[in-house]
């Protein structure tokens, strides 16, 4: 169902809650749960207001409205793409057939597993940020930061509303965990490994928004290729606003990157780090770090669950109508990473079996895209200096490479070596410390901080030096 977004509801709609009493009354009482979470493990800084964008439609001509609102009264809402008329499944078994409106009860416990490990991952992030707002480089920064952390509130109703409306009681008790599991928490740790690491300076928020968000926009997309209709119309939704928090990170590193360049010209010198700025080579471990661990977050090479979720149209591919196959892949082989004979290599597998290899490697090539782009920043300020990611194999906690260790140049290593060298390649204490040093607030309008150029644009049209927030 899609019916005209409901401002008016206490939780605001395009879903046509109020025809449901049981299903509005269920989130209505969730609602206060939300609420109390989010001043728990929400934002630490108190503030005002904040000028935030706030989603009120999913049409072409406009969803977001931008104002001045405090963060405790943002209208989180359930917002799902319109419906496509006609919309037919485009792969697995049941390709051709038209897409389910309701959740066919086969496939009640997968959909909900992937609903869930999703879902985790919103409330997840906020709590991982917390703390970043008391360290922000300028205001501009601030007012992105709880942009972020709204919207991964508002992904978190996405999928609660999914849990509520489509699960029943299992969906409600889902619902309540998902609270409930905190990020880094030893008792109830988040599910995912990735979100469980600590976010503790803004180098690691924009490494994060870049690499990790990353993650979530390929695994959104997988989703919003599903056969059950609503979850398709949720992610494809969710992916509009996920394309600001991949902004964030890949402008975030930029104005990391150019300031680091600034200073190394200036001072002719390889580290910039006694001059105020972020080394190129604590910027090289940050990114190792967070590719890495976000490379986890696709699951091991191979998997017989993801070739069942296919086949079943539960989960597709990254864009998959423009892929030039069958859609159905029982026919078709790819190549994946592999141990031969403990050696670093690849293997051929069954493509419904490798789909993780298939949707990991997309998200690699976009995340080199980033990396060409600080590359350029280097280039043009005259620096032979050079980012990369590192290899699959390295500091690998998941797949083929989790049981060895390897340089980022994918050299494989004896455990002595890694232990003796990793500081070269993951950041050290002393690189977190020194990276924790420059992390003084600049909370003061159109300033900034020593460690990062200022952005090209503001946001919504705004100057760089406009009031975005208002602290308390
Ligand atoms: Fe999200
Ligand atoms: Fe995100």
Not at 196 to 206: A, G, K, Q, R, V
């Amino acid at each position: 169902m899609s019916t005209a977004p409901d401002y008016t509801e206490k939780i605001p709609n395009n879903v046509g809650l109020r025809e449901d009493r049981r299903l509005q009354r269920a989130l209505e009482s969730w609602q206060p749960n939300f609420l109390t979470w989010w001043q728990e493990m929400g934002p630490t800084l108190p503030t005002q207001d904040v000028y935030l964008r706030t989603a009120i439609n999913v049409g072409r001509a406009g969803w977001a409205h931008f104002g001045h609102v405090p963060m405790k009264d943002y209208r989180w809402g359930i917002f799902l793409a319109e419906r496509a008329d006609g919309r037919r499944i485009g792969f697995g078994e049941h390709q051709g057939e038209p897409a389910w409106q309701k959740l066919p009860g086969e496939y009640r416990a997968d959909l909900q597993r992937l609903i869930v490990i999703q879902g985790d991952t919103e409330p997840a992030s906020v709590e991982q940020q917390r703390n970043l707002g008391a360290t922000a480089p300028s205001v501009y920064d601030l007012r992105n930061l709880f942009q972020v952390n709204v919207e991964e509130g508002r992904h978190l109703w996405a999928m609660v509303y999914l849990l509520h409306a489509y699960f029943g009681r299992a969906g409600r008790e889902e619902a309540e965990q998902l609270l409930h599991r905190h990020s880094g928490s030893t008792q109830s740790p988040r599910i995912l490994g990735a979100f469980n690491e600590e976010t503790p300076d803004w180098l690691s928020f924009f490494m994060f928004t870049y690499f990790t968000d990353r993650d979530g926009k390929y695994q959104l997309g997988t989703l919003k290729e599903s056969a059950f209709d609503p979850l398709s119309r949720t992610c494809e939704f969710m992916l509009k606003e996920e394309a600001h928090h991949m902004m964030v990170g890949t402008t975030g590193i930029d104005r990391v990157v150019e300031r680091t360049a600034q200073l190394m010209v200036e001072h002719e010198t390889d580290d910039a780090g006694p001059h105020g700025a972020i080394g190129l080579h604590v910027i090289q471990k940050y990114l190792n770090f967070h590719y890495s661990v976000s490379l986890d977050l696709f699951g091991g090479e191979t998997s017989t669950n993801v070739a069942n979720y296919y086949t079943a149209g539960l989960k597709g591919r990254w864009l998959e109508d423009r892929r030039k196959d069958d859609h159905k892949l029982t026919d078709d082989s790819i190549m994946v990473d592999a141990l031969r004979d403990g050696e670093i290599g690849q293997i051929e597998v069954a493509a419904l079996t490798g789909l993780n290899t298939d949707l990991r490697r997309e998200y690699t090539a976009d995340c080199q895209s980033g990396v060409n782009r600080w590359n350029k920043i280097l280039a043009s300020a005259g620096l032979p200096h050079r980012l990369k990611l590192p290899h699959a194999a390295f500091n690998r906690k998941v797949g083929a490479f989790a049981s060895i260790e390897a340089s980022p140049d994918g050299e494989l290593l004896p455990a002595a070596e890694w232990d003796r060298r990793q500081g070269q390649w993951l950041p050290t204490d002393v690189d977190k410390t020194h990276v924790r040093s420059l992390m003084q607030p600049v909370h003061e309008r159109g300033k900034i901080a020593a460690w990062i150029a200022p952005p090209r644009s503001g946001i919504n049209g705004k100057p760089f030096d406009y009031d975005y927030v208002h602290l308390a």
